[in-house]
Protein backbone atom coordinates (compact mmCIF):
# COMPACT_ATOMS: atom_id res chain seq x y z
CA UNK A 1 0.00 0.00 0.00
CA UNK A 2 2.77 2.35 0.90
CA UNK A 3 4.49 1.73 -2.00
CA UNK A 4 1.60 2.56 -4.27
CA UNK A 5 1.13 5.99 -2.77
CA UNK A 6 5.28 6.15 -3.19
CA UNK A 7 4.31 5.25 -7.21
CA UNK A 8 1.73 7.52 -7.43
CA UNK A 9 3.23 10.81 -6.27
CA UNK A 10 5.83 9.94 -8.51
CA UNK A 11 3.74 9.53 -11.18
CA UNK A 12 2.46 12.85 -10.05
CA UNK A 13 5.94 14.85 -9.81
CA UNK A 14 6.97 14.10 -13.28
CA UNK A 15 3.74 14.30 -14.96
CA UNK A 16 2.46 17.56 -13.02
CA UNK A 17 4.24 20.45 -14.82
CA UNK A 18 3.77 19.43 -18.21
CA UNK A 19 0.35 18.21 -18.03
CA UNK A 20 -0.48 21.83 -15.89
CA UNK A 21 0.94 24.22 -19.19
CA UNK A 22 -0.80 21.96 -21.74
CA UNK A 23 -4.33 22.11 -19.21
CA UNK A 24 -3.90 25.89 -18.59
CA UNK A 25 -2.51 27.25 -22.17
CA UNK A 26 -3.88 24.62 -24.53
CA UNK A 27 -7.39 22.80 -23.03
CA UNK A 28 -9.00 25.48 -20.66
CA UNK A 29 -8.73 28.35 -23.63
CA UNK A 30 -10.70 25.70 -25.79
CA UNK A 31 -13.12 25.45 -23.36
CA UNK A 32 -12.78 29.24 -22.74
CA UNK A 33 -13.62 29.72 -26.54
CA UNK A 34 -16.61 27.74 -26.93
CA UNK A 35 -17.97 29.55 -23.24
CA UNK A 36 -17.16 32.98 -24.56
CA UNK A 37 -18.85 32.52 -28.26
CA UNK A 38 -21.89 32.30 -25.99
CA UNK A 39 -21.98 35.77 -24.79
CA UNK A 40 -22.28 39.17 -26.24
CA UNK A 41 -19.57 41.38 -24.79
CA UNK A 42 -18.53 45.04 -24.48
CA UNK A 43 -14.95 45.76 -25.21
CA UNK A 44 -13.06 42.54 -23.19
CA UNK A 45 -15.64 42.67 -20.65
CA UNK A 46 -17.78 39.71 -20.80
CA UNK A 47 -21.62 41.17 -21.34
CA UNK A 48 -24.94 38.70 -21.58
CA UNK A 49 -25.84 34.96 -22.28
CA UNK A 50 -26.86 35.70 -26.35
CA UNK A 51 -26.79 32.01 -26.96
CA UNK A 52 -25.97 30.98 -30.62
CA UNK A 53 -26.69 34.41 -31.76
CA UNK A 54 -23.12 34.60 -32.39
CA UNK A 55 -22.53 32.09 -34.52
CA UNK A 56 -26.31 33.31 -36.34
CA UNK A 57 -24.24 36.40 -36.94
CA UNK A 58 -21.31 34.94 -38.74
CA UNK A 59 -23.13 32.90 -41.11
CA UNK A 60 -26.09 34.82 -42.25
CA UNK A 61 -25.49 38.67 -41.23
CA UNK A 62 -24.05 41.64 -42.96
CA UNK A 63 -21.09 42.46 -42.72
CA UNK A 64 -20.11 39.39 -41.25
CA UNK A 65 -21.52 36.67 -43.35
CA UNK A 66 -19.75 38.55 -46.21
CA UNK A 67 -16.55 38.31 -45.03
CA UNK A 68 -16.96 35.31 -43.41
CA UNK A 69 -17.82 33.21 -46.46
CA UNK A 70 -15.17 35.45 -48.77
CA UNK A 71 -12.47 34.23 -45.71
CA UNK A 72 -13.36 30.54 -46.17
CA UNK A 73 -13.74 30.77 -49.56
CA UNK A 74 -10.14 31.88 -49.99
CA UNK A 75 -8.80 29.22 -47.20
CA UNK A 76 -10.81 26.41 -49.58
CA UNK A 77 -8.57 27.80 -52.57
CA UNK A 78 -5.29 27.25 -50.87
CA UNK A 79 -6.50 23.85 -49.65
CA UNK A 80 -6.84 22.68 -53.42
CA UNK A 81 -4.51 24.63 -54.96
CA UNK A 82 -1.43 23.61 -52.45
CA UNK A 83 -3.07 19.87 -52.63
CA UNK A 84 -2.98 19.78 -56.92
CA UNK A 85 0.46 22.09 -57.26
CA UNK A 86 2.62 21.63 -54.12
CA UNK A 87 1.90 18.16 -53.16
CA UNK A 88 1.70 16.48 -56.73
CA UNK A 89 5.58 18.05 -57.29
CA UNK A 90 6.27 16.67 -53.76
CA UNK A 91 4.96 13.62 -54.61
CA UNK A 92 6.74 13.47 -58.38
CA UNK A 93 9.86 14.22 -56.38
CA UNK A 94 9.66 12.32 -53.83
CA UNK A 95 9.34 9.32 -56.29
CA UNK A 96 12.27 10.70 -58.81
CA UNK A 97 14.49 10.74 -55.15
CA UNK A 98 13.21 7.68 -54.17
CA UNK A 99 14.49 6.23 -57.85
CA UNK A 100 18.04 7.68 -57.38
CA UNK A 101 18.10 9.79 -60.34
CA UNK A 102 20.89 11.52 -60.90
CA UNK A 103 21.73 14.32 -58.07
CA UNK A 104 19.39 13.50 -56.26
CA UNK A 105 21.07 13.36 -52.71
CA UNK A 106 22.14 17.22 -54.30
CA UNK A 107 18.16 17.58 -55.24
CA UNK A 108 17.03 16.93 -51.40
CA UNK A 109 18.74 19.04 -49.96
CA UNK A 110 18.36 22.18 -51.88
CA UNK A 111 14.80 21.69 -52.27
CA UNK A 112 14.50 20.97 -48.00
CA UNK A 113 16.72 24.76 -47.76
CA UNK A 114 13.33 27.21 -47.76
CA UNK A 115 11.42 24.95 -45.45
CA UNK A 116 13.05 25.94 -42.20
CA UNK A 117 13.00 29.54 -42.97
CA UNK A 118 10.27 31.88 -41.51
CA UNK A 119 6.85 32.50 -43.39
CA UNK A 120 7.71 35.81 -42.28
CA UNK A 121 11.14 36.51 -44.18
CA UNK A 122 10.11 34.88 -47.17
CA UNK A 123 6.95 36.86 -46.93
CA UNK A 124 9.00 39.69 -47.30
CA UNK A 125 11.36 38.55 -49.47
CA UNK A 126 8.92 37.51 -52.24
CA UNK A 127 6.88 41.02 -51.81
CA UNK A 128 9.89 42.74 -52.59
CA UNK A 129 10.90 40.24 -55.85
CA UNK A 130 7.07 40.54 -56.75
CA UNK A 131 6.52 44.39 -56.43
CA UNK A 132 5.30 45.31 -59.77
CA UNK A 133 7.59 48.59 -60.42
CA UNK A 134 11.16 47.84 -59.10
CA UNK A 135 10.38 43.34 -58.10
CA UNK A 136 13.00 41.32 -60.17
CA UNK A 137 9.71 39.12 -61.20
CA UNK A 138 8.55 41.90 -63.69
CA UNK A 139 12.09 42.65 -64.55
CA UNK A 140 12.77 39.39 -65.83
CA UNK A 141 9.90 39.38 -67.61
CA UNK A 142 10.45 42.55 -69.61
CA UNK A 143 13.99 41.52 -70.25
CA UNK A 144 13.45 38.24 -71.98
CA UNK A 145 10.55 39.79 -73.98
CA UNK A 146 7.67 38.38 -72.25
CA UNK A 147 6.57 42.29 -71.09
CA UNK A 148 2.89 40.97 -71.62
CA UNK A 149 3.16 38.90 -68.89
CA UNK A 150 4.33 41.38 -66.19
CA UNK A 151 1.15 41.89 -63.38
CA UNK A 152 0.68 43.44 -60.42
CA UNK A 153 0.82 40.21 -58.55
CA UNK A 154 -0.39 41.17 -55.46
CA UNK A 155 -2.29 44.02 -56.49
CA UNK A 156 -4.47 42.41 -58.69
CA UNK A 157 -7.61 40.77 -56.71
CA UNK A 158 -7.23 37.78 -59.15
CA UNK A 159 -4.18 37.09 -59.04
CA UNK A 160 -3.14 38.16 -55.28
CA UNK A 161 -4.41 34.84 -53.39
CA UNK A 162 -2.95 32.49 -56.54
CA UNK A 163 0.79 34.20 -55.96
CA UNK A 164 0.81 34.26 -52.13
CA UNK A 165 0.02 30.65 -52.63
CA UNK A 166 2.89 30.42 -54.72
CA UNK A 167 5.60 31.95 -52.81
CA UNK A 168 4.33 29.31 -49.94
CA UNK A 169 4.99 26.60 -52.21
CA UNK A 170 7.99 27.81 -52.75
CA UNK A 171 8.88 27.55 -48.91
CA UNK A 172 7.01 24.40 -48.61
CA UNK A 173 7.60 21.58 -51.31
CA UNK A 174 10.91 19.82 -49.96
CA UNK A 175 8.45 18.60 -47.33
CA UNK A 176 6.03 16.85 -49.10
CA UNK A 177 9.28 15.77 -51.21
CA UNK A 178 10.33 14.52 -48.02
CA UNK A 179 7.82 12.61 -46.77
CA UNK A 180 6.87 10.79 -49.73
CA UNK A 181 10.47 9.90 -50.33
CA UNK A 182 10.59 8.25 -47.20
CA UNK A 183 6.97 6.52 -47.71
CA UNK A 184 8.69 5.12 -50.74
CA UNK A 185 11.50 3.99 -49.36
CA UNK A 186 9.33 1.89 -46.69
CA UNK A 187 7.76 0.36 -49.25
CA UNK A 188 9.46 -3.95 -48.94
CA UNK A 189 11.97 -4.03 -51.97
CA UNK A 190 10.59 -8.33 -51.89
CA UNK A 191 6.83 -6.23 -53.58
CA UNK A 192 9.42 -4.45 -56.10
CA UNK A 193 11.23 -7.22 -56.83
CA UNK A 194 8.29 -9.49 -57.15
CA UNK A 195 6.90 -7.08 -59.63
CA UNK A 196 9.84 -6.66 -62.04
CA UNK A 197 9.67 -10.70 -62.27
CA UNK A 198 6.47 -10.20 -63.42
CA UNK A 199 6.93 -8.00 -65.80
CA UNK A 200 5.46 -4.68 -64.58
CA UNK A 201 5.76 -1.55 -66.22
CA UNK A 202 6.91 1.40 -64.55
CA UNK A 203 3.81 3.10 -64.34
CA UNK A 204 1.42 0.38 -63.60
CA UNK A 205 4.09 -0.22 -60.45
CA UNK A 206 3.67 3.12 -59.54
CA UNK A 207 0.29 2.79 -59.73
CA UNK A 208 -1.24 -0.95 -58.58
CA UNK A 209 1.97 -1.28 -55.91
CA UNK A 210 3.62 1.63 -54.64
CA UNK A 211 0.76 4.30 -54.91
CA UNK A 212 -1.24 1.93 -52.33
CA UNK A 213 1.73 1.61 -50.03
CA UNK A 214 2.47 5.20 -49.66
CA UNK A 215 -1.70 5.82 -48.85
CA UNK A 216 -0.27 6.97 -44.59
CA UNK A 217 1.94 9.18 -46.01
CA UNK A 218 -0.86 10.72 -48.65
CA UNK A 219 -2.63 11.20 -45.18
CA UNK A 220 -0.20 12.54 -43.58
CA UNK A 221 0.59 15.59 -45.97
CA UNK A 222 -3.51 16.03 -46.72
CA UNK A 223 -4.27 16.47 -42.92
CA UNK A 224 -1.39 18.88 -42.24
CA UNK A 225 -1.80 20.77 -46.06
CA UNK A 226 -5.98 20.82 -44.18
CA UNK A 227 -4.22 22.20 -41.02
CA UNK A 228 -1.89 25.05 -42.60
CA UNK A 229 -4.33 25.83 -45.03
CA UNK A 230 -7.12 26.89 -42.27
CA UNK A 231 -4.29 28.56 -40.44
CA UNK A 232 -2.99 31.17 -42.61
CA UNK A 233 -2.10 34.11 -41.27
CA UNK A 234 1.42 35.24 -42.13
CA UNK A 235 1.69 34.70 -45.67
CA UNK A 236 -1.06 37.56 -45.57
CA UNK A 237 0.16 39.66 -43.07
CA UNK A 238 3.45 40.44 -44.71
CA UNK A 239 2.54 40.38 -48.31
CA UNK A 240 -0.61 42.19 -48.83
CA UNK A 241 -1.39 43.10 -45.09
CA UNK A 242 -3.87 42.18 -42.10
CA UNK A 243 -6.73 43.75 -44.10
CA UNK A 244 -6.54 41.00 -46.90
CA UNK A 245 -6.44 43.41 -49.60
CA UNK A 246 -6.83 44.17 -52.25
CA UNK A 247 -10.35 44.86 -51.03
CA UNK A 248 -10.18 41.46 -49.49
CA UNK A 249 -9.32 39.32 -52.22
CA UNK A 250 -6.64 37.71 -50.01
CA UNK A 251 -8.96 37.73 -46.35
CA UNK A 252 -8.63 34.43 -44.86
CA UNK A 253 -10.24 32.82 -41.08
CA UNK A 254 -6.95 33.59 -39.46
CA UNK A 255 -6.63 37.51 -40.68
CA UNK A 256 -10.39 37.53 -40.48
CA UNK A 257 -10.32 36.34 -36.80
CA UNK A 258 -7.56 38.62 -35.90
CA UNK A 259 -9.25 41.69 -37.05
CA UNK A 260 -12.41 40.88 -35.31
CA UNK A 261 -10.48 39.69 -32.42
CA UNK A 262 -8.23 42.81 -31.60
CA UNK A 263 -10.22 45.59 -33.54
CA UNK A 264 -10.96 46.98 -37.43
CA UNK A 265 -13.49 44.33 -39.10
CA UNK A 266 -16.73 46.80 -38.84
CA UNK A 267 -16.06 49.55 -35.93
CA UNK A 268 -12.28 49.47 -35.27
CA UNK A 269 -13.40 47.79 -32.05
CA UNK A 270 -12.64 44.19 -30.90
CA UNK A 271 -15.93 41.71 -31.00
CA UNK A 272 -14.58 39.12 -28.73
CA UNK A 273 -17.77 37.27 -28.91
CA UNK A 274 -18.36 37.27 -32.99
CA UNK A 275 -14.36 36.34 -32.75
CA UNK A 276 -14.67 33.43 -30.09
CA UNK A 277 -17.37 32.10 -32.62
CA UNK A 278 -15.03 31.97 -35.39
CA UNK A 279 -12.32 30.55 -33.47
CA UNK A 280 -14.64 27.54 -32.83
CA UNK A 281 -15.43 27.16 -36.27
CA UNK A 282 -11.30 26.86 -36.88
CA UNK A 283 -11.39 24.53 -34.27
CA UNK A 284 -14.07 22.27 -35.18
CA UNK A 285 -13.05 21.79 -39.02
CA UNK A 286 -9.22 21.42 -37.89
CA UNK A 287 -10.36 19.22 -35.46
CA UNK A 288 -13.15 17.24 -36.96
CA UNK A 289 -11.15 16.99 -40.04
CA UNK A 290 -8.13 15.45 -38.60
CA UNK A 291 -9.43 13.40 -36.53
CA UNK A 292 -11.46 11.65 -39.30
CA UNK A 293 -8.74 11.40 -41.28
CA UNK A 294 -6.80 9.91 -38.86
CA UNK A 295 -9.24 7.16 -38.07
CA UNK A 296 -8.76 6.83 -41.83
CA UNK A 297 -5.43 6.30 -41.54
CA UNK A 298 -5.56 3.62 -39.22
CA UNK A 299 -8.01 1.71 -40.86
CA UNK A 300 -5.58 1.69 -44.15
CA UNK A 301 -2.60 0.61 -41.82
CA UNK A 302 -4.49 -2.55 -40.83
CA UNK A 303 -5.08 -3.46 -44.07
CA UNK A 304 -1.21 -3.42 -45.46
CA UNK B 1 18.69 -0.71 -56.20
CA UNK B 2 16.46 -2.35 -59.05
CA UNK B 3 14.67 -0.51 -60.91
CA UNK B 4 16.79 2.97 -59.98
CA UNK B 5 16.28 5.44 -62.82
CA UNK B 6 20.16 4.94 -65.02
CA UNK B 7 20.62 6.84 -67.33
CA UNK B 8 23.17 4.63 -68.95
CA UNK B 9 21.90 0.84 -70.44
CA UNK B 10 18.03 2.57 -70.40
CA UNK B 11 16.02 2.09 -73.56
CA UNK B 12 15.56 5.42 -76.08
CA UNK B 13 12.09 6.20 -74.78
CA UNK B 14 13.44 6.63 -70.90
CA UNK B 15 16.51 8.13 -71.37
CA UNK B 16 13.98 10.67 -73.09
CA UNK B 17 11.78 10.72 -69.85
CA UNK B 18 14.88 11.01 -67.22
CA UNK B 19 15.83 14.08 -69.41
CA UNK B 20 12.59 15.95 -69.17
CA UNK B 21 12.45 14.51 -64.95
CA UNK B 22 16.44 15.79 -64.79
CA UNK B 23 15.02 19.44 -66.54
CA UNK B 24 12.35 19.79 -64.34
CA UNK B 25 14.29 18.94 -60.92
CA UNK B 26 17.18 21.45 -61.98
CA UNK B 27 14.84 24.08 -63.07
CA UNK B 28 12.99 23.93 -59.49
CA UNK B 29 16.72 24.17 -57.79
CA UNK B 30 17.58 26.89 -59.70
CA UNK B 31 14.36 28.87 -58.71
CA UNK B 32 15.13 28.08 -54.66
CA UNK B 33 18.96 28.83 -54.85
CA UNK B 34 18.59 32.02 -57.38
CA UNK B 35 16.00 34.14 -55.20
CA UNK B 36 18.78 33.65 -52.14
CA UNK B 37 22.15 34.29 -54.23
CA UNK B 38 19.44 37.72 -55.23
CA UNK B 39 19.08 38.13 -52.07
CA UNK B 40 22.25 38.23 -50.72
CA UNK B 41 23.90 39.77 -53.58
CA UNK B 42 21.45 43.16 -53.26
CA UNK B 43 22.40 43.11 -49.85
CA UNK B 44 25.66 44.54 -50.92
CA UNK B 45 24.20 46.88 -53.31
CA UNK B 46 22.86 50.33 -52.85
CA UNK B 47 19.03 51.07 -53.74
CA UNK B 48 19.55 52.68 -56.94
CA UNK B 49 21.71 49.60 -58.00
CA UNK B 50 19.23 47.17 -56.93
CA UNK B 51 16.83 48.27 -59.58
CA UNK B 52 19.57 49.10 -62.03
CA UNK B 53 21.84 45.90 -62.55
CA UNK B 54 19.83 43.49 -61.03
CA UNK B 55 21.39 40.50 -61.68
CA UNK B 56 24.92 42.01 -61.63
CA UNK B 57 27.26 41.57 -58.90
CA UNK B 58 27.46 44.32 -56.80
CA UNK B 59 29.74 47.41 -58.09
CA UNK B 60 31.42 47.48 -54.47
CA UNK B 61 30.94 44.91 -51.45
CA UNK B 62 29.19 46.95 -49.20
CA UNK B 63 29.43 45.71 -45.66
CA UNK B 64 28.22 49.40 -44.04
CA UNK B 65 24.62 47.69 -45.22
CA UNK B 66 25.00 44.72 -42.16
CA UNK B 67 26.76 47.38 -39.90
CA UNK B 68 23.53 49.84 -40.35
CA UNK B 69 20.73 46.39 -40.04
CA UNK B 70 23.01 45.01 -36.89
CA UNK B 71 22.73 47.82 -35.29
CA UNK B 72 20.83 50.96 -35.82
CA UNK B 73 18.30 49.15 -37.27
CA UNK B 74 18.03 46.96 -33.76
CA UNK B 75 18.73 43.14 -35.06
CA UNK B 76 21.48 42.65 -32.78
CA UNK B 77 18.83 42.81 -30.02
CA UNK B 78 16.04 41.67 -32.15
CA UNK B 79 18.88 38.25 -32.44
CA UNK B 80 19.28 38.24 -29.03
CA UNK B 81 15.93 38.00 -28.10
CA UNK B 82 15.05 34.92 -30.73
CA UNK B 83 17.68 33.29 -29.14
CA UNK B 84 16.39 33.51 -25.38
CA UNK B 85 13.07 32.94 -26.29
CA UNK B 86 14.08 29.55 -28.02
CA UNK B 87 16.39 28.72 -25.47
CA UNK B 88 14.18 28.73 -22.31
CA UNK B 89 11.10 27.61 -24.42
CA UNK B 90 13.24 24.58 -25.66
CA UNK B 91 14.70 24.12 -22.26
CA UNK B 92 11.01 23.97 -20.41
CA UNK B 93 10.16 21.51 -23.22
CA UNK B 94 12.60 19.08 -23.14
CA UNK B 95 12.56 19.06 -19.47
CA UNK B 96 8.31 18.89 -18.88
CA UNK B 97 7.95 16.98 -22.17
CA UNK B 98 10.78 14.16 -21.16
CA UNK B 99 9.49 13.97 -17.45
CA UNK B 100 5.51 13.91 -18.71
CA UNK B 101 6.68 11.30 -20.79
CA UNK B 102 8.76 9.41 -18.35
CA UNK B 103 5.28 9.45 -16.51
CA UNK B 104 3.27 8.35 -19.05
CA UNK B 105 5.40 5.52 -20.62
CA UNK B 106 7.18 4.06 -18.10
CA UNK B 107 4.46 3.46 -15.31
CA UNK B 108 1.37 1.32 -15.40
CA UNK B 109 -1.95 3.09 -14.15
CA UNK B 110 -5.28 3.66 -15.36
CA UNK B 111 -5.36 7.44 -16.04
CA UNK B 112 -1.78 7.00 -18.15
CA UNK B 113 -3.97 6.77 -21.59
CA UNK B 114 -6.28 9.86 -20.21
CA UNK B 115 -3.27 12.07 -19.56
CA UNK B 116 -1.65 10.89 -22.59
CA UNK B 117 -4.68 11.83 -24.94
CA UNK B 118 -4.47 14.92 -23.45
CA UNK B 119 -1.25 15.65 -24.53
CA UNK B 120 -2.07 14.80 -28.04
CA UNK B 121 -5.04 16.64 -28.18
CA UNK B 122 -2.79 19.50 -28.14
CA UNK B 123 -1.53 18.20 -31.44
CA UNK B 124 -4.40 18.80 -33.28
CA UNK B 125 -5.64 22.01 -32.04
CA UNK B 126 -4.50 25.30 -33.23
CA UNK B 127 -3.42 27.27 -30.95
CA UNK B 128 -3.72 30.47 -32.78
CA UNK B 129 -7.44 29.90 -32.57
CA UNK B 130 -7.06 30.30 -28.80
CA UNK B 131 -5.58 33.61 -28.86
CA UNK B 132 -9.00 35.69 -27.45
CA UNK B 133 -8.70 33.47 -23.75
CA UNK B 134 -4.62 33.37 -24.16
CA UNK B 135 -4.81 36.94 -24.34
CA UNK B 136 -7.07 37.59 -20.89
CA UNK B 137 -5.48 35.07 -19.51
CA UNK B 138 -2.07 37.16 -20.39
CA UNK B 139 -3.42 40.19 -19.06
CA UNK B 140 -4.84 38.75 -15.75
CA UNK B 141 -1.44 36.88 -14.79
CA UNK B 142 -0.15 40.87 -15.37
CA UNK B 143 2.30 39.27 -17.71
CA UNK B 144 1.44 41.24 -20.97
CA UNK B 145 4.79 42.74 -22.31
CA UNK B 146 6.99 39.91 -20.81
CA UNK B 147 9.34 37.25 -22.41
CA UNK B 148 7.56 34.65 -19.56
CA UNK B 149 4.48 34.73 -21.21
CA UNK B 150 5.62 34.26 -24.47
CA UNK B 151 8.14 31.08 -23.31
CA UNK B 152 5.02 29.56 -21.39
CA UNK B 153 2.79 29.65 -24.49
CA UNK B 154 5.64 28.21 -26.70
CA UNK B 155 6.24 25.70 -24.26
CA UNK B 156 2.64 24.76 -24.09
CA UNK B 157 2.92 25.11 -27.97
CA UNK B 158 5.80 22.31 -28.26
CA UNK B 159 4.54 19.85 -25.88
CA UNK B 160 1.78 17.98 -27.48
CA UNK B 161 4.60 16.81 -30.35
CA UNK B 162 7.35 16.36 -28.30
CA UNK B 163 5.48 13.75 -25.45
CA UNK B 164 4.07 12.06 -28.54
CA UNK B 165 7.40 11.22 -30.17
CA UNK B 166 9.19 10.88 -27.03
CA UNK B 167 6.63 8.62 -25.00
CA UNK B 168 6.91 6.80 -28.23
CA UNK B 169 10.17 6.13 -28.16
CA UNK B 170 10.49 5.52 -24.41
CA UNK B 171 7.80 2.57 -24.53
CA UNK B 172 10.24 0.64 -26.80
CA UNK B 173 13.12 0.58 -24.01
CA UNK B 174 12.82 -2.89 -22.36
CA UNK B 175 12.62 -3.05 -18.79
CA UNK B 176 15.68 -4.55 -17.87
CA UNK B 177 17.59 -1.96 -17.12
CA UNK B 178 15.23 0.01 -14.80
CA UNK B 179 15.00 -3.63 -13.04
CA UNK B 180 18.74 -3.51 -12.53
CA UNK B 181 19.01 -0.22 -11.12
CA UNK B 182 16.14 -0.66 -8.72
CA UNK B 183 17.87 -3.32 -7.14
CA UNK B 184 21.24 -0.89 -6.74
CA UNK B 185 19.24 1.34 -4.62
CA UNK B 186 18.25 3.81 -7.88
CA UNK B 187 15.51 5.98 -7.22
CA UNK B 188 12.49 6.89 -9.92
CA UNK B 189 14.14 9.83 -10.43
CA UNK B 190 18.04 8.26 -10.82
CA UNK B 191 16.17 5.69 -13.29
CA UNK B 192 14.82 8.73 -15.20
CA UNK B 193 17.85 10.74 -15.24
CA UNK B 194 20.39 7.83 -15.52
CA UNK B 195 18.70 5.02 -17.24
CA UNK B 196 15.92 6.23 -19.17
CA UNK B 197 17.43 9.65 -20.76
CA UNK B 198 21.02 8.62 -22.11
CA UNK B 199 18.74 5.95 -23.91
CA UNK B 200 16.58 8.81 -25.75
CA UNK B 201 19.36 11.13 -26.79
CA UNK B 202 18.36 10.62 -30.19
CA UNK B 203 15.07 11.15 -30.13
CA UNK B 204 16.14 14.16 -27.59
CA UNK B 205 18.22 15.92 -31.33
CA UNK B 206 15.42 15.35 -33.02
CA UNK B 207 12.32 16.83 -30.71
CA UNK B 208 14.99 19.82 -30.47
CA UNK B 209 14.91 20.67 -34.11
CA UNK B 210 11.67 19.57 -34.47
CA UNK B 211 10.04 22.60 -32.20
CA UNK B 212 13.29 25.01 -32.31
CA UNK B 213 12.43 25.67 -35.54
CA UNK B 214 9.30 26.83 -35.48
CA UNK B 215 9.47 28.95 -32.16
CA UNK B 216 12.31 30.58 -33.81
CA UNK B 217 10.14 31.27 -36.75
CA UNK B 218 6.86 32.24 -34.79
CA UNK B 219 5.67 35.72 -35.85
CA UNK B 220 2.10 35.73 -34.30
CA UNK B 221 2.42 34.94 -30.58
CA UNK B 222 4.62 37.93 -30.34
CA UNK B 223 2.83 40.25 -32.43
CA UNK B 224 0.13 39.58 -29.85
CA UNK B 225 1.93 39.42 -26.45
CA UNK B 226 4.75 42.18 -27.15
CA UNK B 227 4.72 45.68 -27.46
CA UNK B 228 8.38 46.93 -26.33
CA UNK B 229 11.05 46.78 -28.92
CA UNK B 230 13.28 45.84 -26.81
CA UNK B 231 11.65 42.48 -26.62
CA UNK B 232 10.97 41.67 -29.96
CA UNK B 233 12.41 38.57 -31.85
CA UNK B 234 13.46 38.52 -34.98
CA UNK B 235 10.23 37.58 -37.42
CA UNK B 236 8.51 40.30 -35.77
CA UNK B 237 11.34 43.18 -35.18
CA UNK B 238 11.54 42.43 -39.49
CA UNK B 239 7.69 43.48 -39.80
CA UNK B 240 8.73 46.66 -37.75
CA UNK B 241 12.38 47.17 -39.76
CA UNK B 242 10.03 46.76 -42.92
CA UNK B 243 7.41 49.00 -41.78
CA UNK B 244 10.24 51.69 -41.19
CA UNK B 245 12.81 51.14 -44.37
CA UNK B 246 10.33 50.67 -46.98
CA UNK B 247 12.64 52.10 -49.65
CA UNK B 248 15.39 51.42 -48.83
CA UNK B 249 15.98 48.17 -50.42
CA UNK B 250 19.67 47.22 -49.77
CA UNK B 251 18.37 47.56 -46.26
CA UNK B 252 15.36 45.00 -46.78
CA UNK B 253 17.91 42.63 -48.46
CA UNK B 254 20.48 43.29 -45.80
CA UNK B 255 18.03 42.51 -43.12
CA UNK B 256 16.35 39.04 -44.95
CA UNK B 257 20.14 37.85 -44.82
CA UNK B 258 20.44 38.48 -41.35
CA UNK B 259 17.37 36.26 -40.59
CA UNK B 260 18.00 33.83 -43.01
CA UNK B 261 21.77 33.22 -43.66
CA UNK B 262 22.50 31.91 -39.89
CA UNK B 263 20.03 29.10 -40.40
CA UNK B 264 21.17 27.86 -43.73
CA UNK B 265 24.41 28.38 -42.46
CA UNK B 266 23.52 25.55 -39.66
CA UNK B 267 22.04 23.54 -42.07
CA UNK B 268 24.61 23.17 -44.75
CA UNK B 269 26.65 21.35 -41.08
CA UNK B 270 23.43 19.48 -40.29
CA UNK B 271 21.47 18.72 -43.15
CA UNK B 272 20.38 15.00 -42.01
CA UNK B 273 19.81 16.06 -38.40
CA UNK B 274 17.48 18.87 -40.00
CA UNK B 275 15.74 17.20 -42.56
CA UNK B 276 15.06 14.29 -40.29
CA UNK B 277 13.92 16.58 -37.18
CA UNK B 278 11.45 18.52 -38.93
CA UNK B 279 10.04 15.45 -40.38
CA UNK B 280 9.75 14.02 -37.41
CA UNK B 281 5.88 14.23 -36.45
CA UNK B 282 5.55 12.93 -39.95
CA UNK B 283 7.64 9.98 -40.78
CA UNK B 284 8.18 6.69 -38.46
Excluded at chain 2, 157 to 185: H, K, Q, W
Aim: charged share 15%; net charge positive; proline share 5%.
Amino acid sequence: MRNNVKQSLWILFFVLPGLLIVLVFIIVPLFMSMFNSMFSWVSINRDQWVGFENFLKIFTQYPYKDRFFNAIGNNVQWFTTTMLVQNLLGLLFGYLLYKRIAGANIFQRIFFIPVLFSIVAVGFLWSLYLNPNMGIVNKLLTDVGLNDLTRAWLGDEKLATPSIIMVNMWRWVGFPTLVFYAGFNAVPEKVIEAAYMEGVGEWRLFRSFLFPLIIPSITIITVLTLIGSLNVFEQIYTMTGLEGGPYFSTDTLGTLFYRTAFGSVDSGQPEIGIGSAIAVVIYVLTFGISAISIVGLRKKEVEL
Amino acid sequence: MIGDFRFRNSKLSRKILIIIFEIMLITYAVLILYPLMNMILSSFKTTREIFKNPYALPETWNFNNYVEVWGRGGFGGYFFNSFILTFFSIGAVLLFGSMASFGIARYKYKLAIPVYLIFLAGIMLPLKAAIIPLFLLVRQMNLMDTRLALILIFTAMSLPSTVFILAGFMRTIPGDFEDAARIDGCNDFGIYRRIIMPLTTPSIALVTIYNAVPVWNDFFFPLVFLQSDKLKPLPLGMSVFFGQYQISWHLLFASLSIAILPMLALYMFMSKYFIRGMTAGAIK
